[in-house]
């Protein structure tokens, strides 16, 4: 059994920062954040899932405050143009796309479209940690050894994204199983008020799909797709040509799909890019992170940790994670278009959980969520009755 007492997180991203916060105001340890000057995140993930607000809620941040401060918009659900014979498929999470901000703000039952950016610098001002601009080089049992410091901890929090720098561990690579691997992105200023919707668009293209986010003062747009298959020159066309050419070209971001073996080891918490990356189809990276945070506060309330401990969170956060892969999978698996892209994308490996559901649409849809997972049966079935 070992004692919890100090926790430090590294890296200051919005997983970091959203971890931080849940922590800090639902538990007594005392938390450190250390980042590397001039750090900078990647804030591709724009839209959430419908467990951000009560999440900011058990933060102790206000809605008005944080609503305001991340340039957010309601988001009704997913609309997904183009990714089958039907014109559209809309994936809602409970009210009516085009119903008024009145309506919205009285059915909490949104998810929401953020500016990461400003996500993180809301959280960082108003977070009352220890935080300290230092380079890592290592860890080291329980202490951290930066440039500048040593610092001793209990538990560590890896938040550095794709590089996870704290400690090496076996990764499950999901190359059979997801089909992307590469995303270009870039904002879009808005023309017309029309185009803020409340709802994001994910809209089929020949080489992949194109994500539309309507924040408060811009659209967050990129293109998702298969480098191997499409070469990053071409997609980048495909996707200016997409916008008439206003993106203006932001960033590319290349990535292997894969989860860790542990997400918690030894003295070691991953999470966020550390932990593991599907793809950004159906806004799983920022929830996977909060509930990566969440599983921690609540495994170890006693302020203690055991190997039980580690392994019950390893098991619910590899359970969001598979069932994240499977949902997101099932909407490449089914698809019926022509091009290269999506005909490869139908010979994923299918999974005993796609084929269950794929053959639940004949009944009703009323299907209770899995304990563990963010995609209930009723999310499956929508989705695919509309195919």
């Known amino acids: 059994m070992k004692i919890i007492k100090d926790v430090v997180i590294v890296g200051a991203g919005s997983s970091s920062m959203l971890a931080a916060a849940y922590i800090a105001n639902n538990t007594s340890y005392n938390i450190t954040i250390v980042d590397k000057p001039g750090g900078s995140p990647i ?47 809309w994936h809602p999470f409970h009210m009516n796309p085009m119903a008024s901000i009145e309506e919205l703000k009285l059915d909490r039952f949104n998810g929401f479209h953020i500016d990461c950016l400003k996500l993180v610098k809301f959280i960082k001002k108003k977070l009352k940690v220890n935080y300290i601009e230092d380079e890592v080089i290592k860890l080291e049992k329980n202490i951290l050894h930066c440039k500048k410091q040593k610092i001793k901890a209990d538990v560590f929090i890896d938040c550095t994204g794709f590089s996870s720098v704290l400690q090496k561990e076996k990764t499950i690579y999901l190359k059979d199983r ?11 200023q808005y023309q017309d008020v ?17 994500w539309k986010v309507p924040v408060k003062t ?38 292997t799909p894969y989860y860790k073996k542990s997400f918690w080891k030894d003295n070691v918490i991953r999470i966020g890019l550390s932990a593991g990356f599907i ?8 929830a996977l992170a909060m509930e990566g945070a969440y599983q921690f506060v ?22 969001f994670f598979e069932d994240c892969i499977d949902f997101i999978g099932m909407h490449y698996i089914v698809n019926n278009r022509k091009e290269e892209f999506w005909k490869k994308a139908r010979k994923l490996k299918m999974s005993n959980k ?11 849809i009323n299907y209770p969520n899995n304990l563990y997972s963010f995609f209930g049966g009723n999310n499956w079935v929508t989705w695919l009755k509309q195919i």
């Open 354 to 364: 796609q084929k269950y559901y794929i053959n639940k649409t004949k009944e009703p």
């Open 43 to 89: 804030g591709v993930g724009e839209a959430t899932l419908v467990n951000f607000e009560p999440y900011m809620k058990a933060c102790g941040f206000m809605f008005e405050e944080w609503f305001d401060a991340c340039d957010a918009t309601y988001k009704t659900g997913i609309l997904f143009p183009g990714w089958t014979k039907k014109e559209y498929v």
């Open 279 to 286: 793809e950004p189809l159906e806004s799983t990276g920022l």
């Open 178 to 188: 997801l089909i992307c691997d590469t995303a270009i992105a870039g904002p879009v």
């Open 194 to 210: 029309k185009e803020r919707k409340n709802h994001t668009i994910c809209e089929a293209v020949s080489c992949g799909w194109i």
């Open 298 to 319: 609540h495994t170890t309330r006693s302020g203690y940790y055991d190997e039980d401990s580690t392994n019950i969170y390893n098991s619910i956060i590899k359970s």
């Open 218 to 255: 811009r659209i967050g747009t990129g293109i998702v797709f298969n480098r191997k298959i499409t070469p990053i020159k071409e997609a980048e066309k495909i996707f200016l040509s997409h916008w008439n050419n206003r993106p203006k070209i932001a960033k590319v971001i290349n990535w």
